[in-house]
């Protein structure tokens, strides 16, 4: 059985212009909805141990501690347990984060995505750099060691000197762990509705990716997007994840991993609060296609032997004309249990993983 929990908490403050998850409800609703997050937790959810518990969204630092509180109670968990929170620094101060960690809490993540004040309020941020640079302050008062960064690049206006900026800030905070994402733009965000001016384009994000890898190159980077600065603050939650470990998700429109199976829970959230016990439709998706993708994006790469084993394959025979081509080009490297994207390979590894996928079926 899953032991990791994902829970989707959909209010916000105001939905940034880039967010196209489901998010931007109201949270004068939040009690309600607590209430039918906790009768589905109770439904699913059988006492299993948990190794990790994720609260994303979203604005999860909206909930009133009460409501988190009850929620948590919902679980078995312990000291060991990775539990985590995504905040938006405007919504907590120095108290609130001192009864998180009191709640069980361990490790925050922060949305950050720009020190520069004039990117944030061009994605509809409602925090200031200001604040942000405070409420990191407050995380470490309030006894958190492991808390991560999330960073933004590719935003409209910006360039390699603000970027650079940003960067600098990052590092001289010494964060315990950093996620840094380049802006897609999807359907359902604000920005796919009114395109930005003044993007960067493919090759001004390489840039900025490869100025970001100079810049916290004494971190781990253990995933395409991520970089933690010891082991100990690796995601446990997110490598549940790129793993392929089974999970629960809860909440509306949370996904979830149970028996080599994926669901996704209600979108609409009238339907959500009348039946959130509602009986789950699981489907079956190409584990290999998702062994190879997400295996990839870690940057130690795939192993061949458990994929090879799990799916009754010869990797090297059935990729042969995709592995010599990318070892050729200097995308990929051979690693001692299978193979990894070299540097030039992560920049390429849109090509690259298409090639791979479309030789899956």
């Known amino acids: 059985m899953p032991k990791s929990v994902y829970i989707h908490i959909p209010f916000c403050l105001k939905k940034c212009a880039y967010c196209s ?9 939040a009690s309600v909805y607590t ?5 589905e937790i109770n439904f699913f959810y059988k006492g299993e141990k948990l190794n990790t518990i994720y609260f994303g969204g979203g604005t999860p630092s909206l909930l009133e501690i009460k409501d988190i509180e009850r929620i948590l109670a919902c679980f078995n968990f312990d000291k060991k ?16 984060l001192k009864q998180l960690r009191s709640l069980g809490i361990n490790r925050i993540s922060l949305g950050v995505q720009s020190f520069d004040d004039n990117l944030l309020k061009i994605i509809n941020r409602t925090h200031s750099s200001k604040e942000a640079l405070k409420t990191i302050e407050n995380i470490a008062l309030a006894g958190f060691d492991n808390y991560s960064i999330d960073l933004i690049y590719g935003l409209p206006e910006q360039n390699l000197e603000n970027w650079k900026k940003t960067l600098k800030i990052a590092k001289d905070i010494n964060p315990p762990h950093i ?13 796919y509705l009114n395109p930005p001016k003044n993007l960067p384009d493919d090759d001004m994000q390489a840039d900025m990716y490869e100025m970001a890898l100079n810049e916290f190159k004494n971190y781990c980077h253990y995933e395409f997007s991520n970089f933690a600065y010891k082991q100990k603050y690796i995601s446990k939650h997110n490598m ?17 991993f149970v ?15 009348k039946n959130s016990t509602e009986k789950k439709h699981y489907e079956s998706s190409n584990l290999l296609e998702e062994h190879i993708f997400l295996g990839f994006r870690k940057t130690k790469g795939i192993r061949t032997d458990k994929i090879n084993r799990l799916f009754n394959i010869d990797f090297d025979k ?5 592995l010599e081509k990318y070892k050729k080009s200097g995308c990929i490297q051979k690693t001692l249990h299978g193979y990894k994207l070299t540097k030039k390979g992560i920049m390429l590894s849109n090509y690259v993983l298409c090639d791979f996928l479309d030789d899956t079926i």
């Open 21 to 29: 998850f489901l998010s931007g409800l109201n949270p004068c609703n």
């Open 35 to 39: 209430k039918e997050l906790v009768k």
């Open 81 to 96: 347990t990775e539990i985590t929170l995504e905040v938006n620094p405007k919504t907590v101060d120095l108290k609130k």
């Open 179 to 191: 996620s840094l994402y380049g802006l897609k733009i999807e359907q359902g965000c604000g920005f």
């Open 240 to 256: 549940t994840y790129w793993n392929i470990k089974p999970y629960w998700g809860f909440g509306l429109g949370a996904s979830g």
């Open 259 to 273: 028996r080599n199976k994926r669901y996704q829970n209600e979108t609409d959230f009238e339907k959500y609060l």
């Open 318 to 322: 059935k990729y042969k004309q995709q």
